[in-house]
Nanobody, 118 residues
Framework: VQLQASGGGLVQAGDSLRLSCAAS????????MAWFRQSPGKEREFVAD????????YYADSVKGRSTISRDNAKNTVYLQMNSLRPEDTAVYYC????????????WGQGTLVTVSS
């Protein structure tokens, strides 16, 4: 499956942003989806995941309460709505697909850069 992430940009602290990840090539609803991020000089970290139907989601503590992951299987797209953004949310955000939310994630998008200014 091919994944194309988009929606990143430069925002101010407190702003909101919605990332999108469009999938193609395989049956999208067969895959659990997740968002990860990587900040400069840091390892990639998990942000959120969602199961095949969208009925179950899970968030990292760092974004819990401020972010919402969702999916539209008719549009082959997964979203990450991020609110109350903080400078520490600055990172390249990657979407990923796997057969189960516990991983491993087999397919990765190219990443979209989110920069939050203070």
């Amino acid at each position: 499956v091919q994944l194309q992430a988009s929606g990143g940009g430069l925002v101010q602290a407190g702003d909101s942003l919605r990332l999108s990840c469009a999938a193609s090539g395989r049956t999208f609803s067969d895959y659990a989806m997740a968002w990860f991020r990587q900040s400069p000089g840091k390892e990639r970290e998990f942000v959120a995941d969602i199961n095949w139907t969208g009925s179950n989601t899970y968030y990292a503590d760092s974004v819990k309460g401020r972010s919402t992951i969702s999916r539209d299987n008719a549009k082959n797209t997964v979203y990450l709505q991020m609110n109350s953004l903080r400078p520490e949310d600055t990172a390249v955000y990657y979407c990923a697909a796997g057969f189960v939310t516990s991983g491993p994630y087999l397919y990765w998008g190219q990443g979209t850069l989110v920069t939050v200014s203070s």
